[in-house]
């Protein structure tokens, strides 16, 4: 009996394992490895969103939208970017970082709900400040200086004055980090 066992178990390594394909990712292909917050910069808690828009502007905070698809190169490269902003505006904003996949064909568009301002493309940054008029809004790899500037526009804040800089670990694994934050005191 167990020697059939140890039979069964060497046969399903000799035969079912060489078979199984390794897993490769990477940050410029427009292949789904998973979520992208989690997987490229290791920041998980960014979605889903802890609020909506519509609660948002209800609340009179400034919501800052950030359009993505996690199997997009484009929003792979810029999701550290997004990373950055939690990092400098942690409690002052609402970050909304929503995949397009469910804002697609939808017919009933208010300004209330995410897809009235998506253009189609990612990512794509909007920012709308407590009074619900759009402040920003950019396609493509967008500058954190950029969004930072109109957040501050936004929120009437100062801009942060230290430097957010984007640190990759390998060909995959990035980090947004506060320039001067973790250096020796």
């Known amino acids: 009996m167990i020697k059939q ?11 079912i394992v060489p078979s199984i394909d390794s897993a490769y990712a990477a940050l410029d292909n427009d292949a789904y490895e998973g979520n992208i917050f989690t997987i490229v910069t290791g920041n998980g808690a960014l979605v889903p969103p802890p609020t909506t828009l519509e609660e948002s502007l209800k ?7 950030v359009f993505y698809l996690d ?7 810029f999701a550290p970017v997004v990373s950055g902003i939690k990092l400098l505006w942690p409690t002052e904003i609402d970050l909304l970082p929503l995949t397009t996949d469910e804002l697609q064909n939808k017919e009933l568009r208010t300004p209330k709900d995410p897809s009235f301002y998506w253009k189609g493309n990612i990512p ?33 804040l100062k801009p942060k004055d230290f430097k957010v800089s984007i640190k ?17 005191r």
């Open 124 to 156: 794509q940054v909007v920012v709308i400040n407590g009074e619900g008029d759009v402040i920003f809004d950019e396609e493509g790899q967008v500058p954190i200086e950029k969004i930072n500037l109109a957040i501050s526009q936004s929120t009437g």
């Open 5 to 15: 066992i140890i039979t069964s178990i060497l046969i399903f390594f000799i035969i």
């Open 59 to 65: 609340n009179k905070r400034t919501s800052v939208l």
């Open 71 to 77: 199997d997009s190169a484009a929003s792979k490269a």
């Open 168 to 184: 990759s670990f390998n060909e995959y694994n990035s980090e947004a980090a506060k320039d001067g934050y973790a250096d020796p």
